[in-house]
């Protein structure tokens, strides 16, 4: 069963950075596209930026501009890099496939963004 292992989180002022990675277990990222997801404290998970097998890349509206989603196939990692980051991005990131989740939720990485 394939395994996603989200780091990279941490505890930011506000217009810091962070480098999410996304570490699967098996060879999943050339059979389906892959997002990051997060959820804010009593929130629902959203979809934040998604990058397709042919490297076509999707980003919701409020991160536009300030994060980048990247892959890299031989590793089978996923990356989010997170820049100019603003109290509203604190949650807990995860990974998975998109557009349809298919696998086992990991643990996720939490980021805070606070002063």
């Known amino acids: 069963q394939v395994q996603l292992v989200e780091s990279g989180g941490g505890l930011v002022q506000p217009g810091g950075s962070l480098r999410l990675s996304c570490a699967a277990s098996g060879s999943i990222l050339s059979v389906y596209g892959m997002g990051w997801y997060y959820q804010a404290p009593g929130k629902q998970r959203e979809l934040v930026a998604s990058i397709s097998g042919l490297h076509s890349t999707f980003y919701r509206d409020s991160v536009k501009g300030r994060f980048t989603i990247s892959r890299d196939d031989a590793k089978n990692t996923v990356y989010l890099q997170a820049n100019s980051l603003k109290p509203e991005d604190t949650g807990v990131h995860y990974c998975?496939?998109?557009?349809?989740?298919?696998?086992?939720w990991g643990q996720g990485t939490q980021v805070t963004v606070s002063s």
């Open positions: 998975n496939s998109f557009p349809t989740p298919h696998y086992t």
